[in-house]
């Protein structure tokens, strides 16, 4: 079970309409497919979302990245050696999309090889998860429509709902909107992307007290380090730290600092082997964890589903696996489909997850 070949892939598939958030847009799914093969004929896959206001990296870092420096630390490691590994990609400071592909097409070739699902491999709690869906910034009347097509299709009953705009009261509007349009059964929760001051925040969630929401994520930057723990003091439901919180020991200086009350894991940027660890330090900080969405295409979706559904704490909320909706198509040979709001991830082994060839070579870049 040996690394042979370490491959990065950039591939773009464009999206029917961008999503746009207080920190950046997408447009188009400019991601990178690694392909992890071993002696004994495995192939392993996970896709690496670039997101450069977020973490700094771009689809031609990500590959630079893991052909110069994290594929000759690999090949040549038994895919078991899982510490090993994760201490030689450690070296590297930043690149989280690229370590962390790396590291869940690693976990796939695993279970392939022992036969097992990566979510038994991980934890086996369970095989499936409710979804939240993340509606992007657009006129309220349009952000309703949005998701009463996502409930009445696909049974969602939780949304995201991005904020962090200017005047605040386009977006508590929105939210509005969506309470009055959706009603008292659907969860709502939003996500600021650091787009408000801490005073902006407390404004805006204010207006919004009436409004039932589940969480508020990221309103504010982290760096704004008492003016953030000001408005975490004053709220009445959690504060989920989001790109404030990549590594453990940040989660852990967020928590303990008052700076947040929640976390989001992603494994597009923590992979499975740190997102164990986040779950884990979250479980003995006794704080909520939510699955969240790097604008993850199937296949990362797949890979949040199957670490989600791993743990009794990651599966009890909604997670975030709906956003590859939006895509005008995708490499998987056979698509992700949620059904009565929930997605289930695949039995394996590893992360089932199939390549179509002819996608991958129709949208591949190299
Ligand atoms: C999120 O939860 O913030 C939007 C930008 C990004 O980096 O991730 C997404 C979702
Ligand atoms: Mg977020």
New binding site residues.
Partial sequence: MKITQVEAIPFAIPYRKPLR?A??EVHVAEHVLVRVTTDDGVVGVAEAPP?PF?YGETQASIVAVIDSIFAPEVVGLDVVEREQIHARLSRTVGNPTARSALDMAIWDALGQSLGYSVTDLLGGYTDRMRVSH?LGFDEPAAMVAEAERMHDTYGITTFKVKVGRHPFTLDTAVVRALREGLGDAVELYV?G?RGWSASESARAMKEMADLGLTFA?ELCPADDVLGRRWLVAQLDVPFIA??SVVTPAELTREILGGSATAA?IKTARTGFTTSRRVHHLAEGLGIELVM????DGQLGSLCSVAFGSAFELTSRRAGELSNFLDMTDDLLAEPLEIHAGELVARSGPGLGALIDPDKLAHFRQD
Wanted: no cysteine; hydrophobic share 20%.
């Fill in positions: 958030f920190s950046g997101r977020t993340m996500d992307n994520e989001d790109e989001s969240g969405n790097q604008i």
